[in-house]
């Protein structure tokens, strides 16, 4: 396995520029998860990558080593894509032996009738077969080695996809949305077993998903792509509790944080509709603000924080619901609140109440900005927390 470097990666189509000069550095073994709305970028810096698609300046470097001058098969890495891309007449063994009877038997070789006809090319095979089914035990597929793709469930296709990717030993895998063509269920199933695998294999892993709670479990870091950029890197916990940007803020978080106008008061404190919160601003470039709260960080209630909202549905979710409010100032502004169902559900007007540090606040231009806030007694509880 190996680390990946890539510096100033730009790539346009036609005028369109995909990718802004991309930095990322990988490190060896790491699971990096890439999210970001449709059409940000995120296949197209996989497939750079991979070789499959060229950039138009920067380079690509694998273990230290510049690859901008090889080929695809060259790279030593697997791409599994989200639809398998497994060849539907070869049986499952066939289809995980590829990458190795292409390498290592030559043209005559791969020919049927030369099969009994070679004893080198039994010798290869052989040795082939021992490799296939070391890593068909570790996916455990080896009990349909010779059924063929169309007679395989969805979960057992995307293991023969990762086999064929793993019998290389490749020097990463690169993952484009792999599990996204799989049922709820079989979703979290194979997340489990993808997380197992990258933990044994110790393998550096490039993940694009749209999934959230993929992006939240499995990785070690995330990168939020936004317009061909990446708006913040950082690990699952930085990116939610921290995030850079009212995007980032609002791609990471289900359901999607509550973003309120607000602006900078005579002394420095936030006010929000008409209330002063405990919490200091400095360096805003302007008095606009905006400030997020997460639906899980509002509860019913009054307090120093808080915003007067109207009732308007639940959405149950089994042990807790998602409840939708109006603000009572802007009813075009929809408020949720992530509560237990324990909870008695709200009628009318009710103040929605939250902590100053679960506030984000973020400047005109929606950059995330160091704020101090402070509990009802004046003392300052950003750093109380921090020293934690
Ligand atoms: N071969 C191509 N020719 C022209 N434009 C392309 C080509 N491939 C991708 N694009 C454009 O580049 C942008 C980025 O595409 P890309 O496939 O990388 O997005 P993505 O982040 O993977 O999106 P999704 O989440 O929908 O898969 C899109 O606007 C897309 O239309
Ligand atoms: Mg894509």
Do not use: W
């Not at 995030?243 to 289900?254: K, L, R």
């Not at 309120?260 to 509709?273: K, R």
Request: hydrophobic share 40%.
């Amino acid at each position: 396995m190996a680390g990946l470097t890539l510096r100033g990666i730009h790539k346009a189509f036609g005028d369109t520029a995909v990718l802004n000069d991309i930095d990322l550095d990988i490190a060896d073994g790491e699971f990096l998860t890439l999210v970001g709305p449709s059409g940000c970028g995120k296949s197209t810096l996989l497939r750079i990558i991979a070789g499959l698609e060229s950039q138009d300046r920067g380079s690509v470097s694998i273990g230290g080593t510049s690859v901008d001058h090889l080929r695809p098969h060259e790279r030593r890495i697997a791409m599994v894509f989200q639809n398998y891309a497994l060849y539907p007449h070869m049986s499952v063994f066939d289809n995980i032996a590829l990458p190795l009877t292409m390498t290592r038997l030559n043209l005559f070789e791969r020919l049927p009738l030369m099969r009994q006809l070679s004893p080198r090319r039994r010798r290869v095979m052989d040795g082939i077969a021992r490799e296939v089914r070391a890593v068909a035990e570790q996916l455990r597929i080896e009990s349909f080695f010779h059924r063929r793709p169309g007679q395989l469930s969805g979960g057992q296709r995307q293991r023969v996809a990762l086999g064929r990717a793993m019998v290389r030993h490749p020097q990463a895998f690169l993952m484009d949305e792999p599990l996204s063509n799989l049922d709820a269920k079989l979703r979290v199933h194979m997340r489990g077993e993808l997380t197992e695998l990258h933990a044994r294999l110790g393998a550096t892993m490039i993940y694009v998903t749209h999934d959230q709670i993929e992006a939240m479990t499995m990785s070690d870091r995330l990168a939020v792509m936004d317009h061909g950029n990446i708006l913040q890197l950082g690990t699952p916990a930085e990116v939610y509790e921290r995030p850079a940007t009212t995007a980032v803020a609002q791609f990471i978080g289900s359901p999607a944080i509550n973003l309120f106008p607000a602006h900078v008061g005579p002394g420095g404190q936030v006010e929000l509709l008409g209330r002063t919160l405990p919490i200091d601003v400095r360096n805003a470039p302007t008095p606009e603000l905006t400030v997020g709260v997460r639906p899980e960080a509002m509860r019913i209630g009054g307090g120093p924080c808080a915003v007067t909202c109207r009732f308007r549905r639940r959405e149950n979710l089994g042990s807790e619901s998602i409840l939708q409010f109006d603000l009572a100032a802007s009813p075009e502004v929809a408020v949720l609140c992530r509560v237990d169902n324990s909870i008695p559900i709200p009628e009318g007007e009710v103040p929605l109440a939250f902590e100053p540090r679960d506030c984000h606040v973020f400047d005109n231009n929606g950059r995330r900005l160091e704020v101090e806030s402070r509990n009802a007694a004046g003392r300052d509880v950003r750093r109380a927390s921090e020293a934690r």
